[in-house]
C-alpha cells in the first residue's frame, strides 16, 4: 500500500479525535511499534471492539482478538495474487487496502459520540458505542450474512467478521474446544470435543 | 542466428506434475539411466514457508504458490491454472480411491462407452504401488465393491465424532459408508508426520502430512538422479530416422528466450496431463505429420473425460462440532455398480461434517442488525442442529468431439497457438443427464428421510472434475494415442503417461487411478534400460 503523506494526515488526525488526545508526531512511532496502519492498530480498535464482540469473550479475549485484527489490517497486501480457483483460467488479486476508508469511519464513529454524548467515541459507555455502531452500520449491512473481512462496508464489521472466522469464535459458540484449523492430534478426533467454561474468554486455543 | 544448446540424458521426461513424479521415482530406483526433467513453470516455495503461506491464505485469500502458472499457457474452462514443478498436485485434496473394476469395462458389462485395454486386476497391483508411494491411509471397504490385492500402507484417518453420526445416519437409509482413503498420513510414514488436522490439505498442508511431489523430486534431485529443468517450455517433438522416432524435444528456457534448447534422448515421456500432453502432440505437427505427432488415427487431443457431481446440504437432527476436521469425509461405492437391468447410472458417494446453516449471522428473523452478545445468543438458538454435506461424482460417457483443439487466435510469444476445450458428453449419457442427476437427489432426499432431515439446498456444478483423456490408451491406431502401456501407435520411443491415457473418468478422485497407470506405463518405459544392482 502506497502511504502519502495527505493520506497520513488524514489518519492520523482522525486518530486523534477518536481517542480525544494530543495528535502524535507523524513522523515519531513508538519505539518498538510493530509495522502498522496508522489509526488502525489495538489501541485505536478497544473501544471498537468492545462495542460489536461478544461481552462473553471477557477483556482478555477481546484483547486478543483486537490484536489479532490490527495485525491483519497491518499485513494486508493490496493486489497480491489470489489462489487461482479451480474451473477458471482467472487470475484474481487482493482489493485496495480498506484502511483508509475504514479509518474516515472511525472519525465518524467519533463526532457522532461527540454529538450525541458529549465526549468522544471511546470515553462512551459500552451500550452507548454499541447504539452508535448500530446506527452506523443497520444501513449498511444488507441481509444476514457476515461479510468477507476485507470487503466489509464498515470497520466494525470487518472487525466483526475477523473475530467470527477465527477459532476462538468457533468454540466459544459451541462452548467446546474445537479449534478449527488449528494443529490437534488425529487420535483425539474420534473424542466430543472437550467442554470450555463459560467466561474463561473462549478458551480459545491458538 | 539463435543460440542453442543440446541436453543428452536416456530418458526425457516432459513435466513434473505427480504422474512425471512416479515414473521418475521408479525409473531412477530401478534402472541404469539418466533421467532430465523438463518444467515449463517454476519451483515452489519450500516447506518451512508453507506454515506462513497457509496463514496469509487463511486471512487474505494470497495464493500458498506464488507463481505457479506461466502466461499465457491456459484453456477456456481449464480445471487449474497450475504450471509449476509439482503441478496441481502441489494444492490437491489428497483424496485418493480407486476406480471401481466395472469403470475398465463399461462396454463389456453395460453397452456403453468403451472398454480399456487393461482391466482392474491388471492395475491392482500399480494401485498399490501408488498408494505405497504417496502414501495412502485407508480403511478396507466392502469387497465385493472394492477389491485389493494388498492392504492400505496405513490405518484409516479415523473418523471423526462428526463422521461418526453421519455414518450412522447414512446407515438408516441402507448406505454403508466407509473413512475415504487419502495420501494423508494416518501415523508418521516415510520421514512424514502424522497428519494434525490442519484441515487446509487443500490448498495446503503446513506440515507435509499430505503428499506432493516435491517430497519425490527434492530428494531425487538432491542425490542428482534427476535432473530438471525449470522454466523451460519444450514447444515441439522432432522425429527423424526410421521407426518416426522422437530425436529431440526442442525448448525455450523462459529467462533466455533467444536461445534454443534442445533435448535428446533415447526415450521421451510426455506427462503434460489432459490438456498439456496432447497440446505438445498437436504443436508438433510439421512435415510428414501436419497433424501432428502420435496422431495417425486422429485421437490426439479427442475423448477428454471427467465427471460432474450433484452435491446437498442435509439439515440433520443431530449435535455435530463442525471444525473437527472439515476435509475428511465418508465414502461409499455401492453406487458406483449399475443394478443389473437398470439405466447406466453410475456415481459414488461422500457426506462430509458441514457449518452450512450454522454460521453466525447479522441479523435475526425479524431484520434486526445483531451485534456482540445478541450475535452470539442468536448463533447459539441454531447449533443444536447439524449440517452434512453430500456430494455425488457421476460417470459420464466422452464423446469423441470431447476435445482440446488448437486455438491460433491465442499464441505463446513464440507463436505456439494455446489450446482450447470443449467438454461433451456422448449421446448416452447426454440422454441420460436429467434422469441421472434426478437419482441422486432421490437418494438424497431419501437418506435426509432417514434421519428425520430436509434439504437445506442442492445444486450440480457443470463442469467436469478431475479431467482426463486426450491421448488415451486403445488397442491400436484406431482407438487410441497409446498402448496399455502408455508408448504411442505411431512412435516407439514415445511414451504418454498419466491423466491423458484414462479412457474414462469414472465417478470418483482420479488420481490415485493417474499414479498406478503411470507406474505401470513406467514398467515399460524401464524395460529398454539395464536394471540397477
Known sequence: MTLTRRVFLKWSAAVSAWLGTPRRSAAAPARGAQPRAPGLGPRELGPLAEAVLPAELGAAGIERATNEFAAWIAGYPDHAELLHPYGSDRIGHTAPSPVARWTQQLADLDAAARAAHGRPFGACTISQRTALVAAAVDPLQRGTRVPGVAGAPHVALALLAHFLDSPAATNLAYERAIDPRQCRPLAASPQIPAPIRRGSGAGASQ | ?533
Open chain 2, 1 to 533: 542466428m539463435s543460440a542453442r544448446r543440446v541436453v543428452e540424458s536416456d530418458v526425457c521426461i516432459i513435466g513434473s506434475g505427480i504422474t512425471a513424479a512416479m515414473v521418475a521415482a521408479k525409473l531412477a530406483e530401478e534402472r541404469n539411466a539418466s533421467i532430465v526433467v523438463v518444467e515449463a513453470g517454476d519451483d515452489q516455495p519450500p516447506m518451512d514457508q508453507w506454515a506462513m503461506n497457509r496463514k496469509r491464505w487463511m486471512d487474505y485469500g494470497e495464493t500458498p504458490w506464488p507463481d505457479d502458472h506461466v502466461e499465457p499457457y491456459y484453456a477456456n474452462g481449464i480445471q487449474s491454472r497450475s504450471m509449476c514443478v509439482g503441478g496441481l498436485a502441489m494444492h490437491w485434496g489428497g483424496v485418493t480411491p480407486r476406480f471401481a473394476p466395472e469403470d475398465f469395462k463399461t462396454k463389456s458389462l453395460c453397452g456403453v462407452g468403451h472398454d480399456w485395454p487393461i482391466s482392474y486386476e491388471d492395475l491392482d497391483p500399480h494401485y498399490h504401488e501408488a498408494e505405497v508411494r504417496l502414501g495412502v491411509s485407508g480403511e478396507q471397504g466392502p469387497r465385493d465393491v472394492d477389491p485389493r490385492g494388498n492392504p492400505f500402507p496405513m490405518p484409516p484417518l479415523p473418523l471423526t465424532y462428526n463422521l461418526t453420526l453421519l455414518q450412522q445416519w447414512a446407515g438408516k437409509a441402507e448406505v454403508e459408508m466407509w473413512s475415504q482413503p487419502s495420501a494423508k498420513t494416518s501415523v508418521p510414514y516415510h520421514g512424514r508426520g502424522a497428519c494434525c488436522r490442519n484441515d487446509t490439505c487443500f490448498p495446503i498442508c503446513p506440515v507435509g502430512a499430505k503428499y506432493s511431489p516435491d517430497q519425490t523430486w527434492n530428494p531425487l534431485r538432491a542425490s542428482r538422479r534427476v535432473e530438471m529443468h525449470v522454466r523451460t517450455i519444450v514447444r515441439k517433438l522432432v522425429v527423424d530416422g526410421p521407426g518416426d522416432r522422437i530425436v529431440a524435444a526442442v525448448a525455450v528456457q523462459r529467462d533466455r528466450p533467444a536461445e534454443v534448447v534442445e533435448f535428446r534422448a533415447k526415450t521421451f515421456v510426455v506427462a503434460g496431463g489432459y490438456v498439456w500432453s496432447a497440446h505438445l502432440l498437436l504443436n508438433s505437427r510439421g512435415g510428414r505429420f501436419p497433424d501432428g505427432l502420435a496422431n495417425r488415427g486422429g485421437l490426439v487431443g479427442k475423448y477428454l473425460t471427467g465427471h460432474r457431481n450433484v452435491q446437498a446440504y442435509v439439515d440433520l437432527p443431530l449435535q455435530l462440532y463442525p471444525g473437527i476436521n472439515e476435509q475428511h469425509s465418508l465414502v461409499t461405492k455401492q453406487f458406483m455398480r449399475r443394478p443389473a437391468g437398470d439405466k447406466y447410472v453410475r456415481h459414488d458417494l461422500r457426506v462430509w461434517e458441514s457449518a452450512v446453516g450454522r454460521e453466525a449471522r447479522l441479523r435475526d428473523d425479524g431484520g434486526k442488525l445483531l451485534l456482540g452478545d445478541a450475535l452470539l445468543k442468536d448463533w447459539r438458538s441454531r447449533l443444536g442442529r447439524a449440517t452434512a454435506r453430500v456430494r455425488a461424482y457421476y460417470d459420464i460417457i466422452p464423446a469423441r468431439e470431447s476435445e482440446l483443439t488448437l486455438d491460433a487466435a491465442r499464441t505463446s510469444p513464440w507463436g505456439d497457438p494455446m489450446p482450447s476445450l470443449a467438454f461433451r458428453d456422448d449421446p448416452v449419457s447426454r440422454d441420460l443427464r436429467g434422469y441421472t442427476e434426478d437419482s441422486i437427489r432421490a437418494l438424497f432426499e431419501r437418506m435426509a428421510r432417514a434421519g428425520n432431515g430436509r434439504i437445506i439446498r442442492s445444486g450440480v456444478d457443470n463442469f467436469q472434475d478431475h479431467p482426463a483423456g486426450g491421448c488415451r490408451m486403445g488397442t491400436d491406431a484406431s482407438t487410441g494415442v497409446v498402448d496399455s502401456h502408455g508408448r504411442t501407435f505411431d512412435h516407439e520411443n514415445l511414451f504418454v503417461v498419466g491423466a491423458a491415457t484414462a479412457v474414462s473418468g469414472s465417478c470418483a478422485n482420479a488420481t490415485l487411478t493417474f499414479c498406478a497407470l503411470a507406474l505401470r506405463q513406467a514398467d515399460e518405459i524401464g524395460r529398454a534400460f539395464p536394471k540397477r544392482a
